[in-house]
Nanobody, 124 residues
Framework: DVQLVESGGGSVQAGGSLTLSCVGSGYPYTMFRMGWFRQAPGKEREGVAATLTGSGITYYTDSVKGRFTISEDNSKNTLYLQMNELKDEDTAVYYC??????????????????WGQGTQVTVS
């Protein structure tokens, strides 16, 4: 079974930093795209960042450009999200996701095949 396990969430003051990690396992085939999404209370899940695996190609939603960095370590099957200059509006549950085809828009929730359980990030 595919498993995506996020870690690294927590509480931080505005202006601070956190790094999220997502370890993947059990993939039946290559995942072409990995992404980070977030969902704040009462809001829809939204795409934060994504990367085409092994390519160096990345995507970011406008609100995090220049502050967040997505990266991967394929030797460890691990996806990262470095978050700097955190703001109150970054408070959400953050999810890691894997996409086997990478044909849909990178930030479309429905385009991803596998999801982690989420990790809470609280900025105050």
């Amino acid at each position: 079974d595919v498993q995506l396990v996020e870690s690294g969430g927590g509480s931080v003051q505005a202006g601070g930093s956190l790094t999220l990690s997502c370890v993947g396992s059990g993939y039946p085939y290559t995942m072409f795209r990995m992404g980070w999404f977030r969902q704040a209370p009462g809001k829809e899940r939204e795409g934060v960042a994504a990367t085409l695996t092994g390519s160096g190609i990345t995507y970011y939603t406008d609100s995090v450009k220049g502050r967040f960095t997505i990266s991967e370590d394929n030797s460890k099957n691990t996806l990262y999200l470095q978050m700097n200059e955190l703001k109150d509006e970054d408070t959400a549950v953050y999810y890691c996701a894997a996409d086997a085809k990478a044909v849909a828009p990178w930030d479309w929730v429905g385009g991803y095949n596998y999801w982690g359980q989420g990790t809470q990030v609280t900025v105050s």
